[in-house]
């Protein structure tokens, strides 16, 4: 379903991947961990299209089609979705207004007619109960005030409301309580589906406790270093990225450097 | 290129040469020779049938501006005005006759009905009650029609032109004309004295509360034409009146002046609010045309415990040269300022308010968010003032500055004056990019880079939205959306 080949990605003239390699197929979830640094959050914003990440060699695939050619709304239509690992906040927009409008972009990309306000509004209070989020919270400004998690919780329900086929999550459970990092799973689980895939940034093995991965990437220096079953998280917890970290450590001063 | 410059260069290319309202009307006009002198006002006078104390006034204000220079102090820029070169006096031919709707031109109900007015008011009755609105629309330098006067009539409001109402009710309009902005006050208030072609003159009497809101929509076609109106709202004891004012011009070539003056007049515990969306032609992506839009509003709480309120929203012109003011003398009055600046290609705002504290425990309130996009320039000149007399004076003023791309400018200039110890004037100011972090955020949910740039923008101004009348505040979102996206529809 998505396929990354040899993707390097330079970012203020620094290359950050260099020659990363990933497929994930429909039905797949996939963990990637890895040190600070290691260019995960890069992979992630790379895929959903933020500007000024240069891409200067390799391909990446979604359903067949090069997804670098797509602009960002484009990549939404057709189904990609980026969780946050640190959300933005857009004063005065009502999160209910700024929910709608996104959900009414992405169905009339897809060729869906808007949704109503009364199915609009019902369809929201159901996945913001399954996510327990307080409707109140919904009529503040994007974002704004948020605690950490709350923000992360919001990132969750509008995944629920766009339906994407392709979800990354960036360190979604970083900032969650225990409780919270359950209600977000099951948030999750209950998305995942045949024809869907999802890659999971993370750096605790908890949250791969309750989303069990097919397989688990380690990042390291920009590229995969090592994949395995979700029986790698459980190692990594026991040992660190000691066995990958000279590499990335040495990238990491020269960046400070520079 | 980054996602901001982007967007920017794409409104510069849509919105600002797809100006919706550009078109002209093709009717017959009677003009007045061009240039000004003496026999342009005696002429003006004259096709109006005004009373000789009207034209000895105009003449005193027209002596007064050959004496004077045009103020310089504003932060734009633009090439002198040929005030000779001018016409002062345009009148669609057709209106020179009796004023009843079946009277009037087809092609200017029609001009109306494509700015989206509903003059006709068959349409207005047929819709919700409360959304009913009585219009004055003003053609170049005459009104042509204004709507539900009879049963305005019999609330004991008077709304009609100023024309009208100089013939039928010449004691109200000697009493309060000139009575809050004289014809000394400014270059272009004294040259509005002078050649005031038509506007819009409401009285509420006491204790009435006006049945409906009150609607002129102002329209430039002709060309090289000035338009001077003149407005003029009186609020008597405990009346209260909310008034809204639209503006929209045809795409020319070459600059157009406007220089309108308004006054308002709130005595005891009465209220006007007075809300404005100017959208006159802004130029073209280059800068060339536009109207200069160049505004004395000024409201005068006459009376204690008196309250005007000035809300508007500036999204058109060239150039804007805007004070709405209030001027705080009865005992316990209270003014605000509610503004909402968007500029974008070459345009060039000035504009903010005056609050001046006369009276006792009198209190103002000042909210202005400029939103400067393009090459654009974006200046809050604002004035609050406590006199000595003015204890206890209550002020609190926030100015928010949001720039899009970074070839525009956001300028915040206060001017402070307590003169009264017990004054406590309270003053906020941010300037705030739109950051492409922001943007994409948006992006990556599916908008599109105007969906994203309008809906930011709308969270901008929300604080001010709120303070608009139902009526202007769909069309105001849409507007910030016309005027920032170019999603032109
Ligand atoms: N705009 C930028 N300019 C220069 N370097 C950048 C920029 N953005 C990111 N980087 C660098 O790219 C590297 C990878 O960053 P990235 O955010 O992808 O790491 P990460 O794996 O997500 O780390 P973490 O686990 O801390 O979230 C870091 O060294 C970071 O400093
Ligand atoms: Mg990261």
Redesign the pocket.
Known sequence: MLEIKNLHVN??G?E?LKGLDLTLPAGEVHAIM??????????AYVLAGKQ?YEVTAGSVTWKGEDLLAMAPSERAAAGVFLAF?YPMEIPGVATMTFLRTAVNAVRKARGEPELSTPDFLRLVREKAKLLKIDPEMLKRPLNVGFSGGEKKRNEILQMALLEPALCVL??TDSGLDIDAVRIVAEGVNALRSPDRAMLV?T?YQRLLDYIVPDRVHV?SDGRVARSGGAELALELEESGYAEFGEATRGE?KS?AAA | MPAVQETVARVREIDVDKYKYGFTTDIESVRAPKGLNEETVRFISAKKGEPDWLLDWRLEAYRRWITMQEPTWANVVHPKIDFQDLYYYSAPKSTEGPKSLADVDPELLETYAKLGIPLAEQKLLAGVKESRVAVDAVFDSVSVVTTFKEELAKAGVIFCSVSEAVKTHPELVRKYLGSVVPITDNFYATLNSAVFSDGSFVYVPPGVRCPMELSTYFRINAENTGQFERTLIIADKGAYVSYLEGCTAPMRDENQLHAAVVELVALDDAEIKYSTVQNWYPGDKHGKGGIYNFVTKRGDCRGARAKISWTQVETGSAITWKYPSCILRGDGSRGEFYSIAISNGYQQVDSGTKMIHLGKDTSSRIISKGIAAGHSNNTYRGLVSAHRRASNARNFTNCDSLLIGDKCGAHTVPYIEAKNASATFEHEATTSKISDDQLFYCLSRGLSAEEAVALIVNGFVRDVLQHLPMEFMAETQKLIGISLEGSVG
């Open positions: 970012v203020d620094r950050i890895g040190p600070n640094g290691s260019g995960k959050s890069t992979l000024d690992q960036d360190e940034i750096h990042l990491a960046g």
